[in-house]
């Protein structure tokens, strides 16, 4: 497989973007996000590009923010820079994006399945958002984006709590839109994919405008805030703590400042 941190191929109106660090969990550094921006401009300008596919390399299709990168400064890098985390969840796009996960989907990882426009797992795949474990908070766009996909409770247990939840459960709950034999979820996303781009693709981007009219309105409503306290929270001692105490696989000691 090549080094590359992302790879991206494109063929029959389909691209598909791979993140490719499977030895570090597909964990989003810099690199990473420099990648995927240039991906999805690719994907975003090419005539013959439909829709997309985005998925992980190896057991995992993305435990997050990589927090050694976090606590050696590129914080503000990983989650502020252009397009927000991963260079992805912020990004204003026009052709439908689908993600495929095996293994798990993280943190940053489950935020960028979030910001995809369809989702399918492998059924034996783990979703959460634990930043609250680690003195952080979901803000690649979990607190922005699930309130307003399944109930407020279930939402806030998952927010609040940081415990995964499966698959199964995910699939209930209208989260993803298919929970497939495990190694089967690229394959699906793939067929759903061929579906999408053998359609108007005019006709297509209309409907999918339309269709994410009210998740942008709320995206814009409550960016600002959810950025404002992500920046303070990703400097506080708390936050420093939590890094550490992940890397050094110890438990973290809260100061509550």
Not at 10 to 26: C, H, I, K, S, Y
Request: aromatic share 6%.
């Amino acid at each position: 497989m090549s080094n590359d941190v992302v790879l991206y191929h494109a063929e029959n109106g389909v691209a598909t973007v791979m993140l490719n660090r499977p030895d570090q969990r597909n964990a989003i550094n810099p690199e990473v996000c420099d990648a995927m921006r240039d991906a999805f401009d690719k994907i975003e300008t090419d005539r013959d590009v439909r829709v997309a596919v985005l998925t992980g390399a190896g057991a995992m299709f993305c435990a997050g923010m990589d927090l050694k990168a976090f606590a050696g400064g590129a914080g503000d890098t990983i989650l502020f820079g252009e397009y927000g985390f991963g260079g992805f969840v912020k990004r204003p796009r026009i052709k439908p994006v689908i993600a495929a996960i095996e293994g798990a989907a993280l943190a940053g990882g489950f935020e960028m399945m979030l910001a995809c426009d369809l989702a399918v797992a492998g059924v034996s795949a783990q979703f959460a958002l634990p930043e609250v474990r680690i003195g952080l908070i979901p803000g690649a766009g979990g607190a922005v984006r699930l309130p307003v996909s399944i109930p407020r409770v279930r939402a806030n247990e998952i927010l609040l709590t940081g415990k995964p939840f499966s698959a199964s459960e995910a699939a209930d709950w209208g989260l993803i839109n298919h929970a497939t034999a495990d190694g089967q979820a690229l394959q699906t996303a793939m067929a759903i994919a061929a579906d999408i781009a053998s359609n108007a693709p005019l006709a297509v981007r209309h409907t999918l405008a339309i269709a994410n009219r009210a998740l942008a309105e709320n995206d814009a409503a409550h960016w600002p805030t959810n950025d404002e306290k992500i920046r303070d929270i990703a400097q506080s001692a708390d936050a420093a703590e939590g890094a550490r105490a992940f890397i050094e696989k110890r438990p973290p000691i809260w100061q509550g400042k």
